[in-house]
C-alpha cells in the first residue's frame, strides 16, 4: 500500500473490528505497512484472515481472528490471543457496523397513501421493526462501546495509546430513508466524546473518523446498477457532495495516520473528523 507520509508504527499493535471489510481492511493493511502488528477482526473469519494474508505477503506482521462484538466472550478470547503474540493493545479501530433491512423504510417521505393503502411492499415509518431497529443500535453503539471496554484496558498509561470510531456523515446529517443507521452513528459520536473525556486522565486519546461516501461490500447494490451506472440513490448522493465523486478508500488513510501518530497530535481527543468529499457541510443550495 502506497503511504499518503510516513508515520513509525514499529512494535505498536493495533486492533481493528471489523477489519475483514473494505474501509477497515485498508486501515489494517496500512498501520502494519507503518511496522503495526496488526490484529484483524471479523464475524467472518475468512475474511479475517483474507487481509491478514494480504498483510503478510506484503512483509506485514498480522493475524486474523473471528470476532462478535457483541459477545464479551468472544472479544476477551481474542483479547487474550493478541496479548499472548505480541503484548496489549496500544492502537485500536472500533470499524464494526452496519444497517439492517428492518430498520430502513422504503421511501424517502410519508404520503397520506402508503397509509391508507396498506401496501405489504411498502415499509412506513409505523411499520419498522423494532427488532431492527435494535439489531442496528447494538452492532454499531453497543459493538463499539464492549469492544472498548475489553481493549482499553491494556492502554491505559501506554504512550501514544490510541482509540479510534468509525462514524458516519450520517451522524452530522441524517440520510432519508435509514432512521435508525443515522441514529445509531449519532450515538456513536457522542460516545466518542464521552470516552475521550473519561480515558483523558489515564493517557487514551479517542478520536473518530466519519466517512461520507465510499463503495463497500453493503452499500454496492445501493449506488450502482450492474451496469456499473449510477442507482436514483447513488445520483442524489453524488449530486449532495460538492466534490461530485465517492471516496476512495486510500481518502481516508491520511486522516488515521494523522490520527495515531502521538507527535502529530498527542493534544487532539474527542474529535470527530468527516472525510466525505463537502456533504456534510453541503445545505444544497
Same mark, same amino acid.
Given at each position: ?6 508515520? *513509525? =508504527?514499529?512494535?505498536?499493535? /493495533? ?9 477497515? @481492511? !485498508?486501515? &489494517?493493511?496500512? +498501520? ?9 477482526? *471479523? =464475524?467472518?473469519?475468512?475474511? /479475517? ?9 506484503? @512483509? !506485514?506482521? &498480522?493475524?486474523? +481472528? ?29 470499524? &464494526? ?189
Amino acid at each position: 500500500m502506497k503511504l499518503p507520509f510516513e508515520v *513509525d =508504527l514499529t512494535g505498536k499493535v /493495533a486492533v481493528v473490528t471489523g477489519g475483514g471489510g473494505v474501509l477497515c @481492511g !485498508g486501515f &489494517a493493511k496500512a +498501520l502494519a505497512a507503518c511496522g503495526a502488528h496488526v490484529a484483524v477482526l *471479523d =464475524l467472518k473469519q475468512e475474511n /479475517a484472515e483474507k487481509i491478514a494474508t494480504e498483510i503478510q505477503e506484503e @512483509g !506485514g506482521s &498480522a493475524i486474523g +481472528l473471528r470476532v462478535n462484538v457483541l459477545d464479551r466472550d468472544s472479544l476477551e478470547e481474542a483479547r487474550q490471543a493478541i496479548v499472548t503474540k505480541w503484548g496489549g493493545c496500544d492502537i485500536f479501530i472500533n470499524g &464494526a457496523g452496519g444497517n439492517h433491512p428492518k430498520g430502513t423504510t422504503s421511501k424517502e417521505w410519508l404520503e397520506k397513501e402508503d397509509v391508507l393503502a396498506e401496501n405489504p411492499e411498502v415499509t412506513t415509518f409505523f411499520d419498522l421493526d423494532p427488532k431492527g431497529i435494535e439489531f442496528v443500535f447494538n452492532l454499531n453503539f453497543l459493538g463499539t462501546l464492549l469492544p472498548s471496554q475489553v481493549f482499553s484496558k491494556d492502554m491505559i498509561d501506554k504512550k501514544g495509546a490510541t482509540i479510534i470510531n468509525i462514524s458516519s456523515m450520517n451522524a452530522f446529517k441524517p440520510l432519508t430513508k435509514i432512521p435508525a443507521y443515522s441514529a445509531a452513528k449519532a450515538a456513536v459520536s457522542n460516545f466518542t466524546q464521552w470516552l475521550a473525556v473519561h480515558l483523558s486522565k489515564v493517557g487514551i486519546r479517542v478520536n473518530a473518523i466519519a466517512p461520507g461516501f465510499f463503495l463497500t461490500q453493503q452499500n454496492h447494490d445501493l449506488i450502482l446498477n450492474p451496469n456499473g451506472s449510477y442507482t436514483e440513490r447513488g445520483k442524489k448522493i453524488v449530486a449532495g457532495t460538492p466534490m461530485e465523486r465517492l471516496g476512495n478508500m486510500e481518502e481516508l488513510i491520511g486522516t488515521l495516520l494523522w490520527l495515531v501518530n502521538e507527535q502529530a497530535t498527542s493534544f487532539v481527543t474527542g474529535v470527530v473528523i468527516p472525510v466525505d468529499g463537502g456533504f456534510s457541510a453541503y445545505s444544497g443550495v
